[in-house]
């Protein structure tokens, strides 16, 4: 199965900026893959995923505008970019992958956690 690892959480002041890390032991299930984040008390969310092919990209209205999804797919790495930090986004953030398919073109889909099956251990995001 694949491997997936975060990094680059922490704790920032609001209207600060993060990078998050995640690195794929396996090429092949960075087709189609994201980022979810899980506040206390509340559900998992998506909040930016990618396709490949064709490119498809998926924020949620919570982030849109704010943060920013890319690869690097040399290094099997996605990034998510968070500008202008709020106490809302205050969350463990998780990077998850599945094995791509038509399905990663359906906005509704790619943002949905319930359609990824491997996740990392996350990352600790906190903003205040």
């Known amino acids: 199965d694949v491997q997936l690892v975060e990094s680059g959480g922490g704790s920032v002041q609001a209207g600060g900026s993060l990078r998050l890390s995640c690195v794929a032991s396996?090429?092949?299930?960075?087709?189609?893959i994201g980022w979810f984040r899980q506040a206390p008390g509340k559900e998992r969310e998506g909040v930016a995923a990618?396709?490949?092919?064709?490119?498809?990209?998926y924020y949620s209205d919570a982030v849109k505008g704010r943060f920013t999804v890319s690869q690097d797919t040399d290094k099997n790495t996605l990034y998510l970019q968070m500008d202008s930090l709020k106490a809302e986004d205050t969350a463990v953030y998780y990077c998850?992958?599945?094995?791509?398919?038509?399905?990663?073109?359906?906005?509704?889909?790619?943002?949905?956690?319930?359609?990824?099956?491997?996740w990392g251990r996350g990352t600790q995001v906190t903003v205040s």
């Open positions: 998850a992958a599945a094995y791509g398919g038509a399905w990663c073109r359906v906005l509704k889909m790619l943002g949905d956690p319930k359609e990824y099956n491997y």
């Open positions: 396996e090429e092949e299930y960075t087709t189609c």
């Open positions: 990618t396709y490949t092919g064709p490119h498809t990209e």
